[in-house]
Nanobody, 125 residues
């Protein structure tokens, strides 16, 4: 079992930056592939970024955030991060941290076993 708690969301203006954090507890999170997903009102949950277990050099991004967002993890602190730069209004959503007990990163929400409660990001002028 892994428990996940997100933080760092907020209301920002277009072009601003935010860093989301996801604190993991329970079983050693370093053996889990971690991901960020988001869900806007009336839309399905969508993939944002993922980082495999044990391999912090390989990361995956949705095309919509590539070049603007950076996923990273600090296994010593059991914490996952999402640095978000050049934020746009279309980035507004509830952002979720997720974990799956595998070394393989996927982009499909249903393949992740553990989820946090989410942190709201609102980008508006």
């Amino acid at each position: 079992q892994v428990q996940l708690v997100e933080s760092g969301g907020g209301l920002v203006q277009p072009g601003d930056s935010l860093r989301l954090s996801c604190a993991a507890s329970g079983r050693t999170s370093s053996s889990y592939t971690m991901g960020w997903f988001r869900q806007a009102p009336g839309k399905e949950r969508e993939f944002v970024a993922a980082i495999p277990a044990w391999n912090t050099l390989t990361t995956y991004y949705a095309d919509s955030v590539k070049g603007r967002f950076t996923i990273s993890r600090d296994n010593a602190k059991n914490t996952l991060y999402l640095q978000m730069n050049s934020l746009k209004p279309e980035d507004t959503a509830l952002y979720y941290c997720a974990a799956r007990p595998s070394t393989i990163a996927t982009m499909t929400p249903k393949t992740y076993d553990y989820w946090g409660q989410g942190t709201q990001v609102t980008v508006s002028s």
